[in-house]
């Protein structure tokens, strides 16, 4: 393939000799790109009337052409911290964990704060996590901030806490324990306070590069005062919009809705907590834990979520709440009505808010989202990390409540729209990944279609920011798109009454690649965001 066009160059390009993954032609062989946005798409015999007029020519060589991804809940910052820094998503137990550490200090003796991510007790023999005393031992006493893999806690070194005047006073300090809530939000603020502007952008590119290699166009960032800062947020905005990588639309996570509004948010929204996260103990149940003797953490009621629905809806901008616990997402549900009943239902669902997570849904909060317009912005690969009978929902919930979390079909025959994300750094930016995470769910009753996971994943992520002309290859819209190394296309759906494998072309459906457990996964050859190359795979 040719080589990438440079940023801000716009030119009419013709691709042709693949497959074009798209709903105008469903056996489209070319297309053709112009200013931007898909210009034409159709078969190989009628691209030969193109080819003396365009630019550039791409001979796809079998490839695959697929809309760009939007992974819909991303942490952009985080994530590259992640990516360059210390990553104990993947350590098998607490003493791998433990050599991971003293590594990782031992190799930065001139950072003044250690910052790592992604340990996981419930994986580990003996489950617990590292004792502060450990901690402090490993480093040398120096300050460390390490998340657990939902970022709903964290663990850190006495030098942290000397940092952070009255944390031990503070709401989620228990002795020994790791830190939640104030405390956690507390030393999350100094630790990342002490990353310099040049770590932090570099950070932010690191992401955003490797986002672009999976064949992601878009990224929703999901910030907020309780999560990154100000600074961070205005930052990765600006970053973006120079134009040479994903595109990013940034969610502010806070009542101040002015605030959100003057930073440049799309919403007021994101991560604005109704309660914590299972693996923490702090989503809020109306039952309690079957591994604790409480029912979690709710931070909003219904009539916080009430004015912050009728404050931004009569901003214009987007509400959105952070809500994984069935009471939390009774009171999310409670809320949006609320403020439905004084703006009236037809204003709030045109507004289209959000909710993040929303895992612990029932028949009753389903088809309340699908009456209240709300999108339900969902993360398949949490599934597929801590789902199952004897997974992390099981052990925090017991197998009955266990089996009921994220019903991503339940939730389309409501009518309710999904925007797939992955909460990077929690789980990892990996979007065939998520749809396969979908189509095979642990619980049967949940899986959805290859296809219905696919569209969720892009033009899902289009709907939910408000754009219903995007994340689909058809003539006038973006010229968002992927190119994609991978085998034979075929149809998979969930159901056994319906073919799961089918290269019949007189189904007249698009096919996409074989997800199935156990097979490769397409590799990204070249990502495109509005017609410009953000990303080229080497010696492609």
């Known amino acids: 393939m040719s080589e990438s066009v440079p940023p801000g160059e716009h030119r009419t390009v013709l691709l042709r000799g693949g497959d074009v993954h798209s709903p105008a032609d469903p056996f489209a062989t070319a297309m053709v790109v112009e200013r931007g946005h898909i210009a034409w798409v159709g078969s190989e015999g009628a691209a030969d009337a193109f080819a003396s007029g365009v630019d550039e020519v791409v001979d796809l060589e079998g490839a695959l052409v697929t809309p760009a991804f939007v992974d819909a809940h991303v942490h952009t910052t985080a994530t590259g911290l992640a990516l360059s820094g210390l990553d104990l998503s993947d350590a098998r137990s607490l003493a791998e964990a433990a050599d991971r550490i003293r590594a990782y200090a031992a190799a930065r003796p001139a950072d003044r704060i250690l910052i790592g991510h992604g340990w996981d007790a419930a994986r580990w023999p003996g489950q617990r996590p590292p004792l502060r005393a450990e901690l402090d031992e490993l480093t040398g006493g120096r300050p460390l901030y390490l998340t657990r893999i939902d970022v709903h806690s964290a663990v850190v070194t006495t030098a942290l806490l000397d940092l952070v005047p009255g944390v031990r006073a503070m709401s989620g300090f228990r002795d020994g324990e790791p830190l939640t809530g104030d405390a956690h939000h507390a030393v999350r603020s100094a630790a990342y306070a002490a990353v310099s502007t040049e770590q932090r952008a570099e950070a932010q590119r690191l992401a955003l590069r490797h986002a672009a290699s999976l064949g992601i166009g878009t990224v929703h960032e999901c910030a907020g005062p309780e999560i990154s800062s100000e600074d961070d947020f205005t930052g990765l905005l600006k970053t973006a919009a120079e134009g040479h990588g994903p595109r990013v639309v940034g969610y502010w996570a806070d009542t101040d809705v002015e605030r959100a509004h003057a930073l440049g948010a799309a919403g007021a929204a994101g991560d604005l907590f109704a309660d914590g996260s299972l693996g923490s103990h702090t989503a809020c149940l109306h039952e309690p834990y079957a591994d604790a003797a409480h029912s979690g953490v709710a931070h909003l009621d219904a009539a916080t979520v009430a004015a912050h629905v009728t404050a931004c809806t009569e901003a214009g901008i987007q509400a959105g709440f952070h809500a994984i616990g069935d009471h939390a997402i009774g009171k999310v549900v409670e809320g949006v009505r609320a403020a439905a009943d004084v703006l009236g239902l037809a204003r709030v669902r045109a507004a289209r808010h959000r909710v993040e997570h929303a895992e612990m849904l029932t028949p009753e909060t389903v088809a309340a989202f699908a009456e209240l317009g709300l999108t339900a912005s969902v993360q398949p690969a949490f599934d597929a990390a801590w789902g199952g009978d004897t997974g992390m929902y099981a052990q925090r919930l017991g197998v009955e409540r266990a089996r009921t979390l994220n019903p991503y079909a339940a939730l389309l025959r409501a009518g309710v729209p999904l925007a797939f994300g992955s909460d990077?750094?929690?789980?990892?930016?990996?979007?065939?990944?998520?749809?396969?995470?979908?189509?095979?769910?642990?619980?049967?009753?949940?899986?959805?279609?290859?296809?219905?996971?696919?569209?969720?994943?892009?033009?899902?992520?289009?709907?939910?920011?408000?754009?219903?002309?995007?994340?689909?290859?058809?003539?006038?819209?973006?010229?968002?798109?992927?190119?994609?190394?991978?085998?034979?296309?075929?149809?998979?759906?969930?159901?056994?009454?319906?073919?799961?494998?089918?290269?019949?072309?007189?189904?007249?459906?698009?096919?996409?690649?074989?997800?199935?457990?156990?097979?490769?996964?397409?590799?990204?050859?070249?990502?495109?965001?509005?017609?410009?190359?953000?990303?080229?795979?080497?010696?492609?």
């Open 424 to 540: 990077s750094p929690v789980t990892p930016l990996d979007p065939w990944g998520t749809v396969r995470a979908a189509a095979f769910h642990h619980t049967p009753d949940h899986r959805i279609s290859v296809r219905a996971a696919f569209t969720a994943h892009t033009r899902g992520g289009w709907r939910a920011i408000g754009r219903d002309d995007a994340g689909t290859l058809v003539p006038g819209a973006p010229a968002d798109y992927a190119i994609w190394r991978t085998g034979e296309l075929v149809v998979q759906a969930p159901d056994d009454r319906v073919a799961r494998w089918s290269t019949d072309p007189r189904s007249g459906t698009p096919g996409l690649p074989d997800l199935t457990p156990g097979t490769a996964l397409p590799v990204c050859l070249r990502t495109v965001v509005f017609g410009q190359t953000v990303y080229m795979r080497p010696n492609e």
